[in-house]
C-alpha cells in the first residue's frame, strides 16, 4: 500500500468499473473522489452505489489537481481525454492502448500506466518471484493453452469489431508473457472466427519466437462449449530445475468464475501455492497500489508503462499481421 493514498478521478462508469475498478479500490481503501461518463444517469447511479461525486462535463473531471487520472473507456476515448488532462498528470489507461498514445504521452510529459492487470493477479506476482529468484531455471518451455466456453453476448458491442480474441483477450497473456521472460524476437499467428459465432475471431494459435531455447506457445479456443469437464484455462512454465502451472479460474464458468491456482514442482512432486485473492478483482487494486507508490516516489519504477505497453501493442499489431499474410 501506499503510505499516503492518492485520490482517484475515473473517467467511465461501464461493466469494468462497477464490477472491478470501484470494489477493488474501496476493498483497498484507495480514495476515488469523482467519476465521469457521457451516460450522466449511468455515472450517477454508480455515485450514488459507492457515494462517490458525479461530473457532468469531462473538463470538470479533468480539472482535478493532484491526483491519479483512471481512463477505464474504450481506446477510441484515450486520446480526446488524453488532450483535456494537464501536462504532467499521472494517468492509467485501461487496455488495449489506442494509436499514437504514446507520443501523445511523451509530448505532456504524462506519468502514464497501462492496466494490464494480469501481471498483478496473486498468482503471477508469485510466479515472477518465483522465476527471479531461479527456483526453476532457465525458463525452456511456456504453454498457454485455453478451451472455453465464452458468453459473447455479455458484449453486444463486440460483434462489429474487426479484431477481438487477441486485442481483447490474449492481449492479456502476450503481456504476461513478456512480463515474464521478456520481448520475442516475433510471432506466428492465426486467429479466426467460428461459423456458430457472430464475432470476427475467437479462435487463435500463436508461436512466440524466443530463440533455439525457449519454445512458447498460445493456443485459445472460446467456442468449446462441450461442458465444463474438459474446459481449461491454464498457464505452463517449465525450467531447467522445476516447473510452475498456473490455473486462471476467472475465465471457467465466466462470470461467475472459478478460484485461481498456482503449484510448482521443484523436483519433489506438486505442490500448490496458498493465494490471497485472485486475478478478479484483486489484481485492480494491486495494481493501482503499485501506480500509486511510484507516483508518490516509495518505488522508483513504473510496471506496465506507456512506454512499456507500447511492445505489448506491436506483439499485437505482429500478430495480426502474422495472420493476415501468406503462410
Not at 502514464?112 to 493477479?121: K, S
Not at 479462435?203 to 461442458?227: F, K, Q, W
Request: glycine residues 6%; charged residues 20%.
Amino acid at each position: 500500500m501506499p503510505t499516503q493514498p492518492v485520490p482517484i478521478v475515473i473517467f467511465g462508469a461501464g461493466s469494468i468499473v462497477s464490477d472491478a475498478h470501484l470494489p477493488a479500490y474501496e476493498q483497498n481503501n484507495l480514495p476515488v473522489i469523482g467519476l465521469y461518463d457521457p451516460d450522466y444517469e449511468k455515472a450517477k447511479a454508480l455515485g450514488q452505489k459507492f457515494n462517490i461525486s458525479v461530473f457532468k462535463d469531462p473538463a470538470e473531471a479533468a480539472a482535478i489537481q493532484n491526483c491519479i487520472f483512471d481512463l477505464a473507456i474504450p481506446p477510441s476515448a484515450h486520446h480526446k481525454v488524453l488532450e483535456l488532462i494537464p501536462e504532467n498528470s499521472a494517468v492509467i489507461l485501461q487496455k488495449p492502448m489506442a494509436s499514437n498514445i504514446l507520443t501523445l504521452c511523451r509530448q505532456k510529459s504524462l506519468n502514464a500506466c497501462v492496466n494490464f492487470q494480469l501481471r498483478f493477479a496473486p498468482m503471477m506476482i508469485a510466479l515472477k518471484d518465483i522465476i527471479n529468484k531461479g527456483l526453476i531455471g532457465e525458463i525452456v518451455d511456456i504453454d498457454m493453452w485455453a478451451a472455453l466456453d465464452t458468453p459473447w453476448n455479455l458484449w453486444k458491442f463486440l460483434e462489429d469489431l474487426p479484431r477481438v480474441e487477441i486485442l481483447l483477450h490474449s492481449i492479456h497473456y502476450f503481456d504476461a508473457i513478456r512480463f515474464l521472460v521478456g520481448n520475442p524476437h516475433g510471432v506466428h499467428a492465426k486467429t479466426m472466427g467460428h461459423p456458430a459465432s457472430k464475432i470476427s475471431n475467437t479462435r487463435t494459435a500463436a508461436i512466440l519466437d524466443y530463440g533455439e531455447d525457449l519454445r512458447c506457445a498460445v493456443s485459445i479456443n472460446h467456442n468449446h462449449n462441450y461442458g465444463r469437464k474438459y474446459q481449461a484455462c491454464e498457464l505452463r512454465v517449465c525450467g531447467t530445475k522445476g516447473a510452475a502451472y498456473l490455473h486462471l479460474g476467472v475465465n471457467l464458468n465466466y462470470p461467475k468464475g472459478e478460484p485461481d491456482k498456482l503449484a510448482v514442482n521443484l523436483g519433489n512432486g506438486w505442490e500448490e501455492i496458498e493465494l490471497e485473492g485472485s486475478w478478479f478483482i484483486d489484481s485492480f487494486g494491486y495494481r493501482m497500489r503499485q501506480f500509486q507508490r511510484e507516483v508518490t516516489g516509495e518505488e522508483k519504477t513504473l510496471i506496465s508503462s506507456v512506454e512499456d505497453a507500447w511492445h505489448t501493442m506491436a506483439l499485437v499489431e505482429t500478430a495480426y499481421e502474422s495472420s493476415a499474410g501468406p503462410s
